[in-house]
């Protein structure tokens, strides 16, 4: 599996450096002759980069809308994700550290410049597309303007130049959860102690329900409930309507690490693009690509009037820009769970995308 190191320190957006830096990425497909058929897929807050054995990357594959027998898909792991990049499980090998916690502050932009360094190397020149969602989002969006002349096509699904407040307010919870759980023991947990920390249940509960509509819920898990009237002989310490009906199964747990969560927790929180680039309408008037931003009705974080107003920046700035909104009950991250609520938006994208 490839891990790329980089040729020197990476200096970084909080003035600190990272050392040794490395990133690991997965390739499906091969490239052509010129390089030029590249997807570059910017995974969310909590994936992977194992494209083909998620199933929420219903859309990746031989034949599908991003075409692997086609195109060359790329994804790229954040620096700071528990998924082979530089990370707190990492950088307290590389720097014989005692503590994980001495790993640096880590932006999304640091991890853009990082990945543009590997496709540097790797000789690509021309990106057909870069795509994600949400946290992806956040990735595809600074991709474009680090770099407004690589890239051919972005699509953005659900996600904004600016993190939400609701986001921060969620996230910052959630690292209150880990650091409270006496199993974190100040970031020197072992490995195998990750299953037994109740706090990362919580959290990921946390994370789902911050993401689907009300009235998703409402259609799957109440007939799953016992009624209020039999639940009267409860003590007022039980939990009626357990968490556990809607958290990621335990199986997943070990790719949660709590240092390497809390590291990305904290970049999705610092993100602000007008404060990376103070010059971003000037960086955008060079953007080469059709932008594409897919908002979704029901998604009470980066709602439709946010890629609206994107839209409407980006077209002043002569960007060829495209809006188009969804419909799901899934609401946030929709586009991974819900295919049928993007039939139309894909086929409102693919006859609009530069060859």
């Given at each position: 599996m490839p891990v790329h190191k980089l040729r020197s320190s990476l200096i970084l957006e909080s003035g600190d450096t990272l050392f040794n830096p490395q990133v690991f990425y997965r390739k499906f497909g091969e490239f052509n002759h010129s390089k030029d058929n590249v997807i570059l897929y910017c995974h969310t807050l909590l994936g992977g980069v194992d494209l083909l054995?998620?199933?929420?990357?219903?859309?990746?594959?031989?034949?599908?809308?991003?075409?692997?027998?086609?195109?060359?898909?790329?994804?790229?792991?954040?620096?700071?994700?528990?998924?082979?990049?530089?990370?707190?499980?990492?950088?307290?090998?590389?720097?014989?550290?005692?503590?994980?916690?001495?790993?640096?502050?880590i932006t999304i932009r640091d991890s853009v410049r990082a990945h543009l360094q590997v496709l540097h190397d790797l000789g690509v020149q021309s990106i057909y597309c870069v795509t994600g969602g949400s946290f992806g989002g956040f990735t595809v969006y600074t991709f474009i303007t680090e770099s407004p002349n690589l890239f051919r096509n972005a699509i953005v699904f659900q996600s904004d130049i600016k993190v939400s407040v609701f986001s921060i307010a969620a996230f910052a919870l959630s690292k209150d959860l880990i650091t409270s759980d006496p199993v974190w023991a100040q970031g020197n947990y072992q490995p195998?102690?990750?299953?037994?920390?109740?706090?990362?249940?919580?959290?990921?509960?946390?994370?789902?329900?911050?993401?689907?509509?009300?009235?998703?819920?409402?259609?799957?898990l109440t007939d799953s409930y016992p009624s209020w009237l039999n639940s009267l002989s409860a003590q007022y310490v039980d939990n009626v309507g357990r968490a556990s009906n809607w958290i990621l199964k335990p199986s997943l747990w070990p790719r949660m690490d709590p240092n390497c969560l809390m590291v990305t927790l904290t970049s999705s929180s610092l993100f602000n693009l007008s404060f990376s680039y103070p010059d971003?309408?000037?960086?955008?008037?060079?953007?080469?690509?059709?932008?594409?931003?897919?908002?979704?009705?029901?998604?009470?974080?980066?709602?439709?009037?946010?890629?609206?107003?994107?839209?409407?920046?980006?077209?002043?700035?002569?960007?060829?820009?495209?809006?188009?909104?969804?419909?799901?009950l899934e609401a946030h991250g929709s586009f991974l769970t819900d295919p049928k609520s993007m039939i139309g938006a894909f086929d409102f994208i693919q006859p609009l995308m530069q060859l």
């Open positions: 054995a998620d199933d929420k990357c219903w859309f990746i594959g031989p034949g599908k809308f991003l075409d692997t027998s086609h195109y060359c898909v790329l994804a790229f792991s954040n620096l700071g994700t528990p998924f082979g990049s530089s990370s707190p499980i990492t950088y307290a090998i590389d720097q014989c550290s005692h503590s994980p916690l001495a790993f640096p502050l195998e102690h990750i299953s037994q920390m109740s706090s990362i249940q919580r959290v990921l509960s946390l994370n789902r329900l911050c993401q689907v509509s009300c009235q998703r819920f409402d259609a799957s971003l309408q000037d960086r955008w008037s060079c953007l080469t690509a059709n932008v594409f931003h897919i908002p979704c009705e029901e998604d009470v974080e980066y709602y439709p009037s946010k890629a609206k107003a994107i839209h409407s920046l980006m077209a002043e700035s002569g960007v060829n820009t495209y809006f188009y909104s969804t419909s799901s």
